[in-house]
């Protein structure tokens, strides 16, 4: 993928996308005027170094103003992660999240696999009489 003349891996490019909206997630709903380096480096640290997902550090994020707890510095993004109520909130999102996915596939592939199947109905037999023994085996039902 293509971003401002540098090429990068779909993962990598995804991952610098997660980035940016952590950080400008902070920006809007936190501090407008933080030390950017900082914020930069602590949310590279969280996402690089200890593979957190940015998805978690927006609703940590988010989970934190709801539940009113103070961040007002970007090292306070560090606590707020490892924070074991937003985590537990987090698991429980994502299993509801995973069940609703698993129910939704279970329903369309029962659905694609399995077509409506008679088993009570005659076999379809196709006789031309062109010769060809093998011209009854790919007709449809209804020609």
């Known amino acids: 993928m293509q971003s401002k003349g540098h090429w ?15 950080a400008n997630m902070f920006l809007d709903r936190i501090d ?14 969280l996402v690089v170094k200890e593979n957190y997902d940015p998805k978690f550090l927006m609703f940590a994020i988010d989970y934190c103003l709801k539940n009113k707890w103070n961040l ?6 560090r606590y707020v992660a490892k924070n074991k109520e937003a985590r537990a909130a987090w698991d429980s999102l994502q299993k509801v999240a995973i069940k609703r996915e698993v129910e939704a ?10 077509p409506e199947f008679d088993l ?24």
């Open 8 to 22: 990068y891996h779909k993962e990598c490019f995804e991952m610098k996308k997660g980035i940016e909206d952590v």
């Open 32 to 45: 407008p005027n933080p030390d950017f380096p900082s914020l930069r480096r602590i949310i590279n640290d």
């Open 72 to 77: 007002r510095y970007p090292a306070g993004l």
């Open 105 to 114: 596939q279970r329903s369309l592939t029962e659905t694609e696999i399995a």
């Open 120 to 143: 009570d109905a005659a076999p379809v037999v196709n006789r031309t009489g062109s010769g060809n023994r093998f011209s009854g085996v790919l007709s449809v039902r209804g020609d």
